[in-house]
């Protein structure tokens, strides 16, 4: 096995393209990250606010540990992880519902080439049959 320098392994390493889809997906991921955050901050949270009067756990303390943040920080991941759900499963609807019409149209498509091949097939068949026939009917003529 040939020993590489840090560099020329760092070079492959890019090379393969892991980097760039993990520097594209982090990328993407804080530009989603703010569209969850701006749908959470504008619609869930005064959902929420409403239904539970507007409490604030984020100055609550268990002693001398602030526990407020914790709660707050828990409730925020649970409900961006569930906006987050929401949006995935319906771009993934969506996007079942696209490859299904895909999906029937190259079905369609087979089944037309395969009623394609089925009548030329028999079309050779007929036209393979003609001179048979002509031969019989010579053989038929020369008996007489």
């Avoid at 096995?1 to 393969?16: S, V």
């Avoid at 980097?19 to 982090?26: I, Q, R």
């Amino acid at each position: 096995m040939e020993k590489k320098g840090l560099l020329a392994e760092f070079k492959d390493f890019l090379a393969q393209g892991n980097a760039l889809d993990l520097a594209v997906g982090v990328v993407i991921g804080g530009a989603f990250n703010a569209v969850v955050t701006a749908i959470v901050e504008a619609f869930i949270n005064p959902i929420i606010g409403a239904i539970n009067g507007g409490i604030d756990f984020s100055d609550w303390k268990l002693g001398l540990f602030p526990v407020g943040e914790l709660i707050m920080a828990v409730l925020n991941f649970i409900i961006v992880a569930f906006v987050l759900f929401v949006i995935v499963r319906t771009a993934n609807a969506a996007k079942a519902k696209a490859n299904a019409a895909k999906i029937a149209e190259e079905k369609k498509k087979a089944e037309e080439e395969e009623a394609a091949k089925k009548a030329a097939e028999e079309e050779a068949a007929k036209k393979a049959e003609e001179p048979v026939e002509l031969l019989r009917q010579i053989l038929e003529a020369v008996k007489k």
